[in-house]
């Protein structure tokens, strides 16, 4: 399926992009995958959403994803670290990233290697999924990052979706741009996680023409290491 969806021109895929994915969320929901199987899943998810209409897109994505936010924001809520938990988290973040590094409906007319042409009634105008996801849940990798702030790894999970959000998203990142410096800024604070480098190395060279406020968040960021 991975290679189908990666590997197929988007208009060959169009015809079969509802029936593939009310499979995936059909087999996701009767919870029979194992953990690894249900992250490499997203990523074929996150392909086929890629040439969907975009208006059907949140239905989907409430479905499928919305779950593992839920599940994030109870965790932190209740400031539950315990194994269990940690390992729940560390799966769902997994999970997020995975779609995250997928899901990008401009993927049809920016790759050169594929068909330029985009799915039907799909407004240019309209924001990419992952951004509307961000908007929304931000807040919760925050408290998730606060309450695991010690753990390197949970950390660097985190760390990975967001680079992944940054990676599809590129210029389309900027509402969201000062809430992503902001969380770089307590990660450093409290440790040096090569991750969240990453990210802000890809914010300041990327991004160097935004708000003056969000460069200099981010120059302070540089400034702690």
């Known amino acids: 399926l991975k290679d189908l969806t990666s590997d197929c021109q988007p ?7 509802e029936p ?5 969320q059909r087999s996701l929901m009767k ?4 953990n690894p199987e ?3 899943l997203m990523y074929s998810i996150g392909n086929i959403m890629s040439i969907e209409k975009k208006k059907k897109i949140p239905g989907y994505l409430d479905n499928i994803i919305s779950p593992c936010f839920k599940e994030l924001q109870m965790f932190a809520e209740q400031q539950n670290t315990t194994d269990s938990a ?11 990233s995975t779609l995250f590094s997928s899901l990008n409906t401009n993927k049809t007319k920016n790759d050169k290697k594929r068909i330029t042409t985009m799915p039907i009634d799909q407004p240019a105008d309209q924001p990419q999924p992952i951004l509307m996801i961000l908007q929304r849940t931000m807040p919760i990798f ?3 990052c606060d309450l695991f702030i010690n753990d390197v790894q949970v950390v660097e ?15 389309d990142i900027k509402p969201i741009l000062n809430d992503i410096c902001m969380l770089i800024v307590s990660i450093f604070q409290n440790k040096c996680v090569p991750p969240a480098i990453d990210i802000a190395g890809s914010v300041s060279f990327a991004h160097l023409k935004v708000h003056q406020s969000q460069i200099i968040v981010i120059l302070v960021c540089f400034d702690v290491l």
């Not at 940690?86 to 997020?96: A, D, T």
């Not at 999970?157 to 210029?171: H, P, R, S």
Request: glycine share 2%; aromatic share 4%.
């Open 31 to 34: 919870g029979h995958l194992a």
């Open 157 to 171: 999970i985190l760390c990975k979706a967001i680079q992944q959000a940054l990676n599809n998203l590129i210029d």
């Open 86 to 96: 940690r390992l729940s988290i560390m799966f769902c973040l997994n999970m997020i």
């Open 20 to 24: 593939l994915l009310e499979a995936c």
């Open 38 to 40: 249900s992250i490499r």
């Open 142 to 144: 925050k408290q998730v």
């Open 11 to 17: 208009d060959q895929m169009i015809p079969f992009a």
